[in-house]
């Protein structure tokens, strides 16, 4: 296995608070991962950390072979957790914006996409759902051909038909795409059939981490393994 | 586990088993009962995987043992077909069948009954058996 992302001995405190406590992991290049874990556990951290937005107190990090910078961001699409989009946009604008901001943003895939999330180019941000600003938030991120697709919590908080969208367009967007994708999620249940990998963390240390398929012949689903490990 | 048919094959899957497993063993099967017939088309590896929600690389695991097998082919920029070798059929029909009967002798041996009478027991039920 060629890992996209190494970590060794990973550390950031927030105040007295360790975030991530010495966490060490290998992400598989072109495969699905899940980053798991209760709140708290570090997950967000750790996918900031990977754009940069957060340094390490110590530890090395190393994605696609080089550090986190501002010009490795060229390479990753990143959603963040808790995103929003310009209220003053509507979905025009959006992926106008996309097409002259973000390196690697393919204006007519960022179209097949809003019309497959089920959007269209004159709806306002500012009198869009949660649920459908979060299927823009997505299209502007798989609209974007690059190395790495990071998305942080894409499905909290989001009514079923949006989740089931979301779902269908990351299996089209996997199916055409050699991305490495990482994936945080607490929606385990409708979503542990779309990853090969999975890490599972625990007070900012990697708990458990292997290919789920392996995991599943040797203890079973996903969600078996959480109850496992957190419960 | 609920029950999903794609491209006339019925599937159903467990998430704590290996699914590309699962997705092997079902289109086996459904070739073996005429569910997805000789030479007809499959789906592509999205629309299997969209159709069972899973992820494409499992689903092209499951396809890339199929056609090791020779149960498919894949034609050139027209897709995956079930084989139209009835031999091929044949033989899948009758490994399923041994793997079913392996299974169920395997269960009476553990309950501690001779081979006698398993047979004994076939009969009984209007099961040929020597």
């Not at chain 1, 908080?157 to 490495?180: C, H, N, P, W, Y």
């Amino acid at each position: 296995m060629k890992s996209a992302i190494h970590a060794a001995n990973l550390t950031k405190k927030y105040g007295k608070r360790m975030a991530l406590a010495g966490l060490d992991v290998d992400i598989p290049e072109h495969a699905v991962t899940a980053i798991l874990g209760p709140n708290g556990a570090g997950k967000s951290t750790f996918m900031r950390m990977l754009t940069g937005l957060v340094s390490p107190d110590q530890g090395t990090l190393s994605i696609l072979g080089q550090y986190p910078s501002w010009q490795l961001n060229a390479s990753i699409s990143y959603l963040p957790d808790r995103a929003r989009w310009f209220e003053s946009h509507r979905v025009e604008h959006a992926v106008e914006w996309g097409a002259s901001l973000l390196p690697g943003f393919d204006k007519d895939r960022a179209w097949e996409l809003v019309r497959a999330l089920g959007l269209d180019a004159e709806m306002d941000v500012r009198g869009m759902s949660k649920g459908q600003e979060a299927r823009l938030m997505l299209a502007i991120c798989l609209a974007r051909d690059v190395p790495l697709l990071v998305l942080d919590e894409p499905f909290s908080g989001i009514d079923m038909i949006s989740r089931e969208k979301i779902v269908a367009a990351l299996i089209d967007s996997f199916s055409e795409r050699r991305q490495t994708v990482l994936i945080c999620t607490h929606e385990i249940a409708e979503t542990e059939s779309l990853f090969d990998y999975a890490v599972f963390m625990k007070d900012g240390r990697n708990a458990m981490s292997g290919h789920v398929e392996e995991l599943r012949a040797s203890r079973g689903s996903v969600q078996d393994i959480y109850r496992q490990l957190y419960s | 586990m609920n029950e999903t048919t794609v491209g006339g094959m019925k599937f159903v899957l467990d998430l704590s088993q290996p699914l590309y497993e699962q997705v092997l063993a079902q289109v086996r099967s459904s070739i073996a009962k005429g569910e997805i017939a000789l030479g007809e088309k499959i789906p592509s590896v999205r629309e299997m995987a969209q159709g069972l929600k899973i992820n494409p690389n499992t689903v092209m695991r499951a396809y890339q043992e199929l056609e090791r097998d020779q149960l498919t082919e894949t034609r050139r920029g027209q897709g995956t077909f079930i084989t139209t070798d009835s031999e091929k059929v044949r033989t899948i029909r009758y490994r399923l069948a041994e793997e079913a009967v392996d299974e169920f002798l395997a269960k009476l041996g553990s309950l501690g009954f001779t081979a006698s009478e398993v047979a004994a027991i076939l009969r009984s039920k209007g099961g040929e058996a020597r």
